[in-house]
């Protein structure tokens, strides 16, 4: 059984450039969490969705930042208009349910804007 | 609102001797408590969570740790530390209802180092 699978694992990009982040989840979770680990900080949390809705947004930046869960294919992460103050780790999380559900996490996607 | 304190942003022990991590959390409901290990450029590992029930929980790699709710902590320990255990321990909390749903707050992490 799959873990959680997070694609590019690397992703270099210039200030003004879009940076997409892909996470699929574990087979069976419907639950899609997004983090952002920034240096020497813990994991923030930036969003909450399952399949077609986002549940819960209240840790995103209002700007550049979206996210989505389609029916089919991975959650998709998009940070558009990259600065170098996004440069972080990015995790994704699934779970089967909330609440006392484990979420697993993914092993990262590490933004660097130049 | 919640919060996760983690006394300690590092922590060096020797090789068999005791592992302590302490994780002091605030909440106004009974919270779900969770300790995650995050190895250099990997993804966080569950040690271990507490729902409901014992507050002595049991969790992979010889850890456990205990739910005290009158200290508000849940600290991580392990009898004897070894040198695989260097890593970067994250102490977690989710309230579980209303906005929240589940979504996990950090403490921002203690690093461990083990010397042989």
């Known amino acids: 059984n799959a873990g959680v699978m997070q694609n590019p694992r690397h992703l270099v990009r210039r200030r003004g450039q879009e940076a997409r982040l892909r996470c699929s989840p574990m087979?069976?979770?419907?639950?899609v969490y997004w983090y952002r680990q920034l240096p020497e900080e813990g994991l923030k949390f930036m969003v909450y969705?399952?399949?077609?809705?986002?549940?819960?947004e209240s840790g995103m930046p209002k700007e550049r930042f979206s996210a989505e869960f389609p029916k089919e294919g991975p959650s998709i992460l998009r940070i558009q208009q990259v600065v170098r103050g996004d440069s972080a780790a990015y995790f994704c999380?699934?779970?089967?349910?909330?609440?006392?559900?484990?979420?697993?996490f993914g092993p990262g996607t590490r933004l660097l804007v130049l | 609102a919640q919060s996760v304190t983690q006394l300690g942003s590092h922590l060096s022990v020797s090789e068999g001797a005791l592992v302590l991590l302490r994780c002091n959390y605030s909440?106004?409901?009974?919270?779900?408590l969770f300790w995650y290990v995050q190895y250099p450029n990997q993804g966080l590992q569950l040690l271990l969570k507490?729902?409901?029930?014992?507050?002595l929980v049991k969790g992979i790699n010889g850890f456990e740790a205990e739910f005290k709710k009158s200290e508000t902590s849940f600290h991580l320990t392990k009898p004897s530390a070894h040198m695989s255990d260097a890593a970067e321990y994250f102490c977690?909390?989710?309230?579980?209802?209303?906005?929240?749903?589940?979504?996990?707050?950090f403490g921002k992490g203690t690093k461990l180092s083990v010397k042989p």
């Open positions: 999380a699934s779970s089967r349910g909330t609440v006392q559900e484990t979420q697993y």
């Open positions: 087979k069976g979770h419907s639950h």
């Open positions: 909440s106004s409901v009974p919270p779900y």
């Open positions: 507490y729902t409901t029930g014992a507050t």
């Open positions: 977690a909390v989710s309230i579980g209802y209303g906005g929240s749903q589940g979504n996990l707050i």
């Open positions: 969705l399952q399949k077609e809705n986002i549940i819960d």
